[in-house]
Nanobody
Framework: QVQLVESGGGLVQAGGSLRLSCAAS????????MGWFRQAPGKEREFVAA????????DYADSVKGRFTISRDNAKNTVFLQMNSLKPEDTAVYSC??????????????WGQGTQVTVSS
């Protein structure tokens, strides 16, 4: 069982930056692939980024590639999402997720509640 709690969301102007954190409970955090997803009002949840258990592999949605960076600190059971050059279309609730398989855009078993990110134009 893994419990996930996100933080770091907020209101930022276009072009600004935010750093999201996801704190995980459980001793097996380091064995999980971690992902970030987002859901905007009226839209389906979409994949944002993922990182392998060791941090050696990452994957990004085309819409955020070059602007967002996912990283993890297994010693602190935390995964991060650094978001730069934010755009109004990045506005959404961002959630982290944990999955036992290899790096993936869809195979996740545990989800956090999410943190709101709002980008003003």
């Amino acid at each position: 069982q893994v419990q996930l709690v996100e933080s770091g969301g907020g209101l930022v102007q276009a072009g600004g930056s935010l750093r999201l954190s996801c704190a995980a409970s459980g001793r097996t955090f380091s064995s999980y692939t971690m992902g970030w997803f987002r859901q905007a009002p009226g839209k389906e949840r979409e994949f944002v980024a993922a990182i392998s258990w060791s941090g050696s592999r990452t994957d990004y949605a085309d819409s955020v590639k070059g602007r967002f960076t996912i990283s993890r600190d297994n010693a602190k059971n935390t995964v991060f999402l650094q978001m730069n050059s934010l755009k109004p279309e990045d506005t959404a609730v961002y959630s982290c997720a944990a999955g036992p398989l290899g790096i993936s855009r869809s195979s996740y078993d545990y989800w956090g509640q999410g943190t709101q990110v709002t980008v003003s134009s």
